[in-house]
């Protein structure tokens, strides 16, 4: 009984919106081809959204703003809480600056879609998982190899000015985007997640950060989904946006545990053993 009560509404408010999606625009259209739209996994259909305030997509905007305030509250508590003397401190730092920019752009993108803010949201959500992958290849290496950590930053630079390069120098290569991302994507969770394997039964903390691996990958899945918007607004890209908002809680609470841990190993001597 319940769950008829909920589906029903569900179904109907779907159906009226495809009926209205049809009226409005007549057809089906590509994302890759759309001036408004969004490309996601496969070939899908541009939604009509209720604007408030002059919004475009006003729940992916305050989605958006969600996470970007999760990165705020939670960089300043690793500040509080991390001596900068810590290793990685800096890094995690700039990790910090790097998503807020990122989430930045994306709020400005929902609320007002170009094709300019289009682009900064791709490269600047883009330069979040690069930077991630990145910090994983320097937390592996750790203190050995100083000259490997400045070839692998270097490199990573140097993709994403190639990667923006080749996105803004003709029409936006939207397959080439969406490849790079899943494969920078994949490395870096699966990179992760090794990581954390051997580390999780002698280091309680580390499992902060498998939990939020696991869980971004899990939120992955509403971004390869496509429906209409509930109420005009609620599409499956804002729930993706809502749903990754509590991952900041878990990764830095893993970041902070992380850099004590450092913090306290770096004074023995056999510290490079133990990281
Ligand atoms: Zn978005």
Redesign the pocket.
């Known amino acids: 009984m319940n769950t008829q009560v909920v589906i029903i509404p569900v179904t109907l408010i779907i159906v009226l919106q495809r009926l209205g999606y049809q009226v409005m625009s007549g057809g089906v259209q590509c994302h890759s081809e759309c001036y408004n739209g969004?490309v996601t996994m496969s070939v899908n259909i541009t939604w009509p959204f209720t604007r408030l305030c002059g919004l475009q997509e006003p729940a992916?905007v305050f989605f958006?703003l969600l996470n970007l305030l999760a990165h705020v509250v939670n960089v300043r508590r690793f500040r509080l809480s991390v001596p900068p003397s810590a290793p990685l401190y800096w890094l995690w730092c700039t990790h910090a600056v790097v998503c807020i920019n990122a989430w930045i752009w994306?709020v400005v993108?929902?609320a007002r879609d170009t094709p300019t803010t289009e682009k900064l949201?791709y490269f600047c959500?883009f330069s979040m998982v690069l930077f991630s992958l990145i910090a994983l290849i320097v937390r592996m290496l750790g203190r050995r190899y100083g000259y490997l950590r400045q070839l692998v930053c270097m490199g990573g630079i140097t993709f994403f000015i190639f990667h923006v390069w080749y996105l803004t120098k003709a029409r936006f290569d939207y397959g080439y985007n969406m490849k790079v991302n899943v494969c920078v994507g994949i490395i870096n969770g699966c990179g992760w997640v090794a990581w954390c394997i051997p580390r999780i039964h002698t280091r309680s903390y580390v499992r902060w950060c498998g939990y939020t691996v696991l869980a971004a990958m899990v939120t992955m899945l509403l971004e390869v989904m496509d429906f209409p918007p509930l109420l005009w607004t609620l599409d499956a890209?804002a729930l993706w946006?809502l749903s990754t908002a509590p991952l900041p809680f878990m990764w830095y609470r893993f970041l902070e545990s992380d850099c004590l841990y450092l913090l306290q190993q770096s004074s023995r001597p056999d510290y490079k053993k133990h990281i």
């Open positions: 969004r992916s958006s994306s993108f929902h949201d959500a890209h946006h």
